[in-house]
Every structure is written in C-alpha cells, then in structure tokens.
T-cell receptor, first 112, second 111 residues
C-alpha cells in the first residue's frame, strides 16, 4: 500500500518555463512534507519542506503548495533550468513513526 | 558540518555471497536510517535506529539482512546471502528531528 504517490514518472520541460511536480498521500497522520532532489550516483538532497499548518512555502525558484483536503502537494520550479534535471522525491513525515515515507520519484528533464 | 559518510560507493558481488555496508552519521544525530532504493522506485525504509536501539525493522528481510549500530554512532548493514533482487542503492540517513540528511549511498549489483 503506497501511502505517498508520485503518478508521473517523468516530466520534460523547456528551459525558462515552469515545472510542476505532483504528489498525493493517503495517511492523515502525515504532518510535514519534504521534497528531495537526487542526481545520479548521489544521495537525495533536501530541497524544500512544508508543515501541514501552511498551504504554501517559497524558497527562491522553488515553491511547494499543500492542499490538505485533497491530500495533495506540488512543487513548482520557476524558471526551470537545465541544472534542475534530476529525480525529485516527495516525502511525508509520520510523527507517530518518526520517519519519512517516500514517493516513487519523478524524473525531471529541463531542455535548453 | 561533515555529511553522512557511506562506504563503499560501489560493490559487485555474486549471488549467495555476503556483503557489508558502513555508515557514519552526522555527529550528534541520534536517529539513523537505512533505506533501499531499487532503480525507478522511491527509497524504502529497512531499519531505523535511535541511538543504538532499533526503533523499526519491520521491513528488514531478517532471514538475510542484519544491521547494528554499536555505541550509537556508526552502523553496518549486512546481507548474507545476497540475491539478485537485492541489487539497489543502499542509503544511510541521519536526523536530529524532522527531515534527513542522506549519504551518497552504496550501489550494490548482484550478478
């Protein structure tokens, strides 16, 4: 049973345009959400997070939106750059279990 | 701040052989996690330590996988004997609270 799902395995975007990566979850106990970025041959690196008490968090070109009623979050990258090409993982923090549950990842390709 | 260190970076073994991975977390991080990431999938938790005690190992295939964290610092993850389906990247992460810092991972190929 996948509690965190990223339904798009890949996304291709032109440089300078917006990239939107989506994530859905099922567990109402999740109260903190994170996005990680992973380059080949490297471990995932933290990108941005959002608490369940907020609906938006912004950090430079990256914005995460949370819709609690829909159990949906999204990551917006504006403008997209070729260096953003990587696999992006959505993750949810379960306070009861004190651990992260990850989605399957979305491979973003930003074309010059 | 030094990151999470893992070794080796790559390992190729034959099926039925054994292998061990090592992780040194960020100093002061009490919680340590081992994740398995199969190509095309998200990381899956294998085991979680709090200091040197196991918090969650419900998804660890205990017939072949073992892990320990002596003295609440370094940790080792062992597979014995390895199967072809164990080919994956093994990620170690440590955490002071919410959110992790990951190591670079060990890519295991079982042939």
């Amino acid at each position: 049973d996948q509690q965190v799902k990223q339904n798009s395995p890949s996304l291709s975007v032109q440089e300078g345009r917006i990239s939107i990566l989506n994530c859905d979850y099922t567990n109402s106990m999740f109260d903190y959400f994170l996005w990680y970025k992973k380059y080949p041959a490297e471990g995932p690196t933290f990108l941005i997070s959002i608490s369940s008490i907020k609906d938006k968090n912004e950090d430079g070109r990256f914005t995460v939106f949370l819709n609690k009623s829909a159990k949906h979050l999204s990551l917006h990258i504006v403008p997209s750059q070729p260096g953003d090409s990587a696999v992006y993982f959505c993750a949810a923090w379960d306070n009861a279990g004190n651990m992260l549950t990850f989605g399957g990842g979305t491979r973003l390709m930003v074309k010059p | 701040e030094a990151g999470v260190a893992q070794s080796p970076r790559y390992k190729i073994i034959e099926k039925r052989q054994s292998v061990a991975f090592w992780c040194n977390p960020i100093s002061g991080h009490a919680t340590l996690y081992w994740y398995q990431q199969i190509l095309g999938q998200g990381p899956k938790l294998l085991i979680q330590f709090q200091n040197n005690g196991v918090v969650d190992d419900s998804q660890l295939p205990k017939d072949r996988f073992s892990a320990e964290r002596l003295k609440g610092v370094d940790s080792t993850l062992k597979i014995q004997p390895a199967k072809l389906e164990d080919s994956a990247v093994y990620l170690c992460a440590s955490s002071p609270s919410r959110g992790y810092t990951f190591g670079s991972g060990t890519r295991l190929t079982v042939v």
